[in-house]
Structures are given as structure tokens and as C-alpha cells.
């Protein structure tokens, strides 16, 4: 199976025209033949904390949105946005999977980065999330949770694919480089993760990309950096199942 990473910029906290700048971008992957599309965490505000502005109901412009484009290309469409579940309750960040059928999963971020006030201002997630596309098991993650290998290691024996979308910035990408590798090796499985380019919060942040879809083994089979870009590649979960046969490594945990 083909998947694709859109790394792309952000129109700060206008959606319509986020929304006009990637309906282009998702023509493309869905034109080399990706099935699953990967869009950045907040891909139609950037990680803006005016919520009064950005924060939508479930169902939102923003799944509307991946649910219109995923039946008009017959692809698997993901990407992140703030949305609210109830009223009085802070939005959760919500990583929303649409499939070209209508349907929809939706993970809800487990670790709120505390660092930058995520932690009074959002929900957390109560549980990961792993679903099967067309024959490929992933699981889906938001940018911080990155961090946080005790629940990757978790869902890993049902997994052949982690999916990520962030907003990382720039002065940390190393480390973003470097977990993005240790996820794929730790668990033997692909990481295909999709990171926003361009400046964000009025100018104050910088965000350098560094998409990239990982294989098994920890081989880098496609990046991008600081600018707008397309990544592709091929993952395959027989690919998965040999490297985790030759190296049983997982059965080592205990």
C-alpha cells in the first residue's frame, strides 16, 4: 500500500483558506496512488489557543472537511483539530482517520504537553486507537505522544503502521528526527509521520517539517524538510510480520 504525507503550511486560524490550499496537495497523493493521507495535527487553524476561534463541535468544518475529500478521492484522509463534546468541557485534539466510505475514527490525544499550557486549556484521551485499512493495521498518534513509548510498546503486537501528525517546532526537531527512528525500531513497525512547515502563534514559532515515513528496521524511506512537500512510499505489513519473525525482539518484553 502507497501512503502519503502532506507536509504543508498553515493559514493561521482561517480555515477556508487552509482548506484551499490543500485540496490541491491532496489531489496529488491521492493521484501517485497513496490510500492513506496524512495532513498535519490542526491542519485547517495551526495550534492556535484562541479556542474561542478555532474549537469546533464533533462533526465539525474540520472532519467535514477530511470526510469530503476522502469520498471525492477515494482515499483514507487523517488530520487533527480541536474539537468540543460537550459544552462547559475543554475541546480534545482530535485525530480524525475519514475513509472514502464515510466512515470515521477518531483518536483523542492521551499527553498534553503541560510545557506549553495544554494541560489547563484541553481534554486528554482515555485510550489508544488501532483500526485496519485495507488490510494494514495502524494506530494513531498526535505529535507529544511521540514521547511517551509505554504506549506505543502497547498497541505494537497489533500494529504495522503508527500514523502521526504534529505541529513539532523547530528548535526540538532533533529530537522529533530521532523518536520517529527509535519508534519504528523499538516496535518493528512503520512510522508515517507528517509535520507542519511555515510559522505559527503570530510569528513566534517555526516549524521545519521533517516528515518522514520510517520502515521497520528504522530506514528512512522518504523525508522532507522546511518546505511544502509530498512524501510517499510503500508499506507493507508482510514486511512487518518478517522483520518481527527474524527478529523477535517483542517477545523479549515480557
Request: aromatic fraction near 10%; proline fraction near 5%.
Amino acid at each position: 500500500m502507497k501512503v502519503a504525507c502532506v507536509q504543508h503550511d498553515i493559514a493561521w486560524e482561517d480555515r477556508e483558506a487552509s482548506f484551499a490550499r490543500l485540496r490541491p496537495q491532496i489531489a496529488a497523493a491521492a493521484g501517485a496512488g497513496a490510500r492513506i493521507v496524512l495532513l498535519t495535527e490542526t491542519f485547517s487553524t495551526g495550534f492556535s489557543m484562541h479556542l474561542d476561534r478555532v474549537a469546533e463541535p464533533r462533526g465539525g468544518p474540520g472532519s467535514r472537511f477530511l470526510a469530503a475529500e476522502a469520498a471525492a478521492h477515494g482515499v483514507w484522509l487523517g488530520g487533527s483539530c480541536f474539537e468540543v463534546d460537550e459544552p462547559g468541557r475543554p475541546p480534545f485534539n482530535s485525530f480524525v482517520l475519514a475513509g472514502p466510505d464515510g466512515t470515521e475514527h477518531r483518536y483523542r490525544k492521551l499527553h498534553r504537553f503541560g510545557y506549553g499550557g495544554e494541560d489547563t486549556r484541553f481534554s486528554a484521551g482515555d485510550k489508544t486507537v488501532t483500526v485496519e485499512v485495507e488490510g494494514l493495521r495502524v494506530s494513531l498518534f498526535v505529535c507529544y505522544d511521540l514521547r511517551f513509548a509505554d504506549d506505543w510498546w502497547g498497541v505494537a503486537p497489533d500494529t504495522d503502521a503508527y500514523l502521526v501528525v504534529a505541529n513539532w517546532p523547530e528548535p526540538r526537531r532533533r529530537h522529533w528526527q530521532a523518536l520517529l527512528v527509535a519508534r519504528a525500531i523499538e516496535n518493528q513497525a512503520y512510522v508515517v509521520a507528517c509535520n507542519r512547515v511555515g510559522s505559527g502563534a503570530g510569528g513566534k514559532l517555526e516549524y521545519a517539517g521533517d516528515s518522514a515515513i520510517v520502515d521497520p528496521l528504522g530506514e528512512v524511506l522518504a523525508s522532507g524538510a522546511r518546505s511544502e512537500a509530498l512524501l510517499v512510499a510503500d508499506v507493507d505489513p508482510a514486511r512487518v510480520a518478517a522483520v518481527r519473525a527474524e527478529f523477535p525482539f517483542l517477545a523479549d518484553r515480557g
